[in-house]
């Protein structure tokens, strides 16, 4: 079992930044892809971005170029600084572990963006 909890999510102004994370903890051990999702209300969940063992990033159109998805591996911790944000970006935002064939989540953190 792989236990995941964010942190991080507030109000922000648009054109802020915010900075989300997430800590890893249980048997963390082989788990090859960890991502950040968000649902908005009345929308379905969609991908942020993920992160391989490895380093590989992958961004959903939406947000490249303003967020960056990182990994401290000897923190168990997984990053997402969100720089010009947008109404649109609010949503709860929730942490994705991937240990084969398993999936794991966080209870998420919500992130509400003022225009």
């Known amino acids: 079992q792989v236990q995941l909890v964010e942190s991080g999510g507030g109000l922000v102004q648009a054109g802020g930044s915010l900075r989300l994370s997430c800590v890893a903890s249980?048997?963390?051990?082989?788990?090859?892809?960890m991502g950040w999702y968000r649902q908005a209300p009345g929308k379905q969940r969609e991908l942020v971005a993920t992160?391989?063992?490895?380093?590989?990033?992958n961004y959903a159109d939406p947000v490249k170029g303003r967020f960056t998805i990182s990994r401290d591996n000897a923190k168990n911790t997984m990053y997402l600084q969100m720089n010009s944000l947008k109404p649109e970006d609010t949503a709860v935002y929730v942490c994705?572990?991937?240990?084969?064939?398993?999936?794991?989540w966080g209870q998420g953190t919500q992130v509400t963006v003022s225009s």
């Open positions: 249980g048997s963390i051990f082989n788990i090859n892809v």
């Open positions: 994705n572990a991937r240990r084969s064939p398993f999936t794991f």
């Open positions: 992160i391989t063992s490895g380093g590989s990033t």
